[in-house]
């Protein structure tokens, strides 16, 4: 979102930041079925990270699924996302492979409250775009890139066109 101001700002163009059909959507990930044009204006990597005082330490994917599966160490509180959220459904698709995170995982709403109880909490573990780790936080495990998309409605005309090149030459 950063970069969208900042090319909104360049290109003297006000925003109207709305949920309700927005013209230009911004997404991690591919969706399951797209039907709109979409423009890769990024990539993200996704991260499994802890608090740097964490008894945790690198994972491997078979002991990273079964730590957010429930069958790890039961000192580890594991957050993750509501299903539908695009991090989480990369997650899945990248860590889960198919498998159930644990009925006892914790919801964050957000990456900054992800970022935030991670970095109050030496017994959580979780899941970050490499963007938004900072603080007391160390990675344990990469599940790969994912694309961040510029999806909207029709063929980018005017000012939606000027953002989307902008947002792809940053």
């Known amino acids: 979102m950063s970069e969208l101001f900042a090319c909104a700002n ?16 911004l997404r991690l990930g ?4 797209l039907v709109s044009p979409a423009y890769q204006i990024d990539e993200e990597e996704i991260l499994i990270v802890t608090h740097r005082e964490s008894l ?6 078979e002991e990273a699924q079964a730590l957010f599966a429930g069958q ?7 957050w993750v996302y509501s299903s539908d959220a695009d991090m989480q459904i990369l997650f899945d698709q990248l860590v889960m492979k198919g498998r159930s995170v644990t009925s006892f995982a914790r919801l964050a709403v957000s990456p900054q ?16 775009p ?18 961040v998309l510029a999806i909207i409605k029709d063929e980018p005309r005017g000012v939606v066109s000027e953002l989307i090149g902008c947002l792809q030459s940053d």
């Open 30 to 33: 591919e969706p399951e079925m």
């Open 130 to 147: 490499r963007r938004s780790k900072m603080g007391n936080v160390r990675e344990v495990y990469s599940a790969g890139m994912a694309p």
């Open 56 to 61: 945790l330490q690198s994972l491997s994917l």
């Open 10 to 25: 360049d290109l003297s163009v006000v925003l109207n930041i709305s949920a309700q059909a927005p013209e230009i959507y």
């Open 113 to 128: 409250e992800m970022s935030d109880v991670l970095n109050s909490d030496s017994s959580v573990v979780g899941i970050l």
């Open 72 to 78: 790890g160490d039961a000192s580890v509180q594991v």
